[in-house]
């Protein structure tokens, strides 16, 4: 299944090459954990899923996964906010740069990939499917994808605002633009089933019309 993110080699805003430690048994348990979580809730549904499935799937115990989460609830929100985490690495590794558009077509580029993948579009899939009989995790969704990735994407845009290179004062206004542009219709296709995964020139083409259009607005035009 495409992951949202690779997260190693992480990059750090040189450009050096970092990487993480070496995760714990309990990480790597904890991982385990929301993969087979992930699973359930994809095959059955938020509603369907029980923490006994999950621990049924998991082949131990209900005290051992009741030591890593409270509820199923806290389980999808821990899923989503891995997810979103790696999208706000994303944006925070493309931020400061000197050339902005190319950046952008970069990062639009890993974005649109991300959220189009059958990992995104099912989790998008769920929450709409939830959304009518528990506002409440809609909600959750929101605040994260805000909290993490969007402040992220906000922050990329005020540093190239600061920089000279947009004129965007209102970035957060700016972000909900470049992000509807890059969306487009295909997100809203794939989420309803209507299309298939996109192929790279496609994706390509979408992000680059994307970037023009928000640089033929907010760039800045040379002096003279």
Not at 120 to 143: C, D, G, K, Y
């Amino acid at each position: 299944m495409v992951q949202f993110f690779m997260e190693m080699p992480t990059k750090t805003l040189k450009g050096a090459a970092t990487f993480k430690d070496a995760p714990t048994f309990k990480d790597q348990r904890r991982e385990r954990i929301i993969q087979v979580a992930r699973s359930v809730f994809y095959e059955v549904g938020y509603a369907g899923a029980s923490m006994s499935m999950i621990s049924s799937r998991l082949g131990g115990s209900k005290a051992t996964l009741y030591a890593y989460f409270n509820s199923k609830e806290d389980l999808f929100e821990a899923i989503i906010r891995e997810q979103c985490g790696q999208i706000a690495d994303l944006f925070l590794a493309h931020t400061g740069t000197d050339d902005l558009r190319a950046t952008l077509a970069v990062m639009g580029r890993e974005l649109l990939t991300a959220i189009m993948s059958d990992e995104a579009v099912r989790t998008f899939q769920l929450i709409v499917e939830e959304s009518h009989r528990n506002p409440q995790l809609a909600e959750m969704f929101h605040n994260v994808i805000q909290s993490q990735g969007g402040s992220n994407l906000v922050n990329l845009l005020q540093a190239a605002h600061a920089r000279g290179q947009i004129n965007a004062p209102n970035s957060q206004e700016a972000a909900m633009v470049l992000k509807s542009l890059i969306f487009g219709d295909c997100h809203f296709k794939r989420i309803m089933n209507l299309a298939a995964q996109p192929t790279e020139a496609h994706l390509s083409r979408q992000v680059d019309l994307a970037v023009d259009i928000f640089m033929a607005y907010y760039g800045v035009k040379p002096a003279g």
